[in-house]
């Protein structure tokens, strides 16, 4: 359930409320609005103890949590969350580009093509050390020598970076190197590496299982906000349909939905999602017409030569066409890249 405070709650009368929430074997958790203080009781059953709260003359009102996940709910903060990965903001007025390799493969790889992504509006860089591949015969990913790349890269052309962390074990040292965490698809579910993405307070980026439904990604990034790290940014990058001429299917209407339902931003990754350079751009566009925060692409100066997913990565001149259009369509939707 959701305690609001009357405006001018004194900082005695939240610890107040919070120690009785406490007292109560339930968890809290504070979100200073501009006006007021809301408080999450998370805990089973916790609307049973609505009238213990509702006696408290502090107490605005007491509103219990329809859906099963509660912290990243639109009725637990009706406001929208803007996550700041250094000094970019997700999630606000600014449509923000991830765009970068699929994998890191050599500090020169990374160097050229952080350039031209850079160049051309993208505002944070992405890139795999660690690499979940299909088959265990694949490039599997450079591992920490690919975090250090990152971070100098990261250094050199001031771009916030992103890279994916497969297992709970891997955090410790992939926060070391990068600004934002990535959960992959696969491990959308993984609930220990959920867990220990939220006790970090790096920023993470969420990506939607392949074969999870809207209210199973949303409770994972519950996982991660009840754990106390609240910077969480989605990421639809298709799911598996009987659809088979493209790699997933871009799910443009839960995108759309994720914004009603849900306080956190959400971007879209079309190159995952269509598995195919042609498709990319045109996904890219309709996903910034259904509302979304922003994009992840992969960028390739020689795709033909890419380590992995070669065939859906754009060439710079590509990408600075993308970056182009979708420069109007966020214009025409008063929003800005
Ligand atoms: C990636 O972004 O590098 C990736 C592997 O994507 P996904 O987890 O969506 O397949
Ligand atoms: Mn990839």
């Not at 250090?148 to 497969?166: F, W």
């Not at 939905?257 to 990319?280: C, M, Q, W, Y």
């Not at 795709?303 to 754009?314: H, I, K, R, V």
């Given at each position: 359930?959701?305690?609001t405070l009357?405006s001018?709650t004194?900082e005695?009368?939240i ?14 958790h504070i979100s200073h609005g501009e006006e007021r203080v809301i408080i999450g ?36 903060k009706?406001k929208?969350t ?148 609240y ?107």
């Open positions: 359930m959701v305690i009357k001018g004194t005695k009368g610890k107040h409320v919070v120690e009785k929430i406490k007292e109560l074997g339930f968890t809290p009781v998370i805990g089973e059953n916790a609307i049973r103890s609505r009238e213990i709260f509702e006696a408290m003359f502090i107490v605005d009102s007491v509103m219990p949590i329809s859906r099963p996940y509660k912290l990243v709910s639109r009725e637990f009706g929208a803007i996550v700041k990965v250094k000094d970019v903001q997700v999630g606000g007025n600014e449509v923000v580009v991830i765009a970068g390799p699929c994998a890191v493969e050599s500090r020169e790889q990374l160097l050229e093509i952080a350039r031209e992504v850079k160049e051309a509006g993208a505002k944070i860089l992405r890139g795999g050390a660690f690499k979940p591949r299909t088959s265990p015969y694949s490039f599997q990913g450079l591992g920490e020598e690919g975090l250090k790349y990152l971070a100098e890269v990261s250094e050199v052309t001031e771009l916030p970076v992103v890279t994916e962390a497969m297992d709970s074990r891997q955090v410790e040292l992939v926060t070391k190197y990068a600004d934002m965490v990535q959960v992959g698809a696969r491990n959308m579910q993984n609930f220990d590496l959920l867990k220990e993405v939220g006790r970090s307070r790096k920023p993470v980026l969420l990506k939607r299982g392949m074969a999870s439904t809207l209210k199973e990604f949303l409770m994972s990034a519950e996982y991660i906000l009840s754990s106390g790290n910077n969480v940014i989605l990421c639809e990058r298709g799911i598996r349909t009987f659809e088979d001429a493209t790699r997933f299917t871009l799910d443009l209407s839960t995108l759309s939905l994720i914004k009603e339902l849900s306080h956190l931003p959400v971007i879209a990754d079309p190159s995952h999602a269509t598995g195919k350079r042609s498709l990319v751009a045109s996904m890219a566009n309709a996903a910034i017409a259904a509302g979304s925060d922003g994009l992840m692409i992969e960028v390739h100066s020689r795709p033909e030569e890419a380590l992995s997913d070669g065939f859906q990565s754009l060439t710079p001149p590509d990408f600075h066409k993308l970056m182009r259009r979708i420069r109007s369509i966020a214009k025409a939707l008063g929003r800005r890249v």
